[in-house]
Nanobody, 118 residues
Framework: QVQLVESGGGLVPAGGSLSLTCVAS????????VEWYRQAPGKQRELVAG???????NYADSVKGRFTISKDYAKNSVFLQMVSLKPEDTAIYYC????????????WGQGTQVTVSS
């Protein structure tokens, strides 16, 4: 079993920046796709950014150009750098690491709250 722990959330004014970190309890990011999701109150959880084990990235249209996903193998960590934050970015942000093959492992973190004030 792998634990994912997110950190770095907080309260920031509109236009500000935050950097989220997801640390895995063991080295998995070379073999797992890692993704950041978010869920705002009353809304469905949505994919924000993804980073494959091969290094390819994808972003939701709403965050393109503002958010950057990256990873550090040595630290078993994945990051989400967020700039130019907007009030609509307010949500709980979750880290997910999974294997894309059928029946592959699928791990979620507990989430970290990001609040952007207007």
């Amino acid at each position: 079993q792998v634990q994912l722990v997110e950190s770095g959330g907080g309260l920031v004014p509109a236009g500000g920046s935050l950097s989220l970190t997801c640390v895995a309890s063991r080295s998995i990011f070379s073999t797992h796709t890692v993704e950041w999701y978010r869920q705002a109150p009353g809304k469905q959880r949505e994919l924000v950014a993804g980073l494959s084990s091969f290094g390819s990235t994808n972003y939701a249209d709403s965050v393109k150009g503002r958010f950057t996903i990256s990873k550090d193998y040595a630290k078993n960590s994945v990051f989400l750098q967020m700039v130019s934050l907007k009030p609509e970015d307010t949500a709980i942000y979750y880290c997910r690491a999974r294997q894309l093959r059928a029946g592959g492992y699928d791990y979620w973190g507990q989430g970290t709250q990001v609040t952007v004030s207007s």
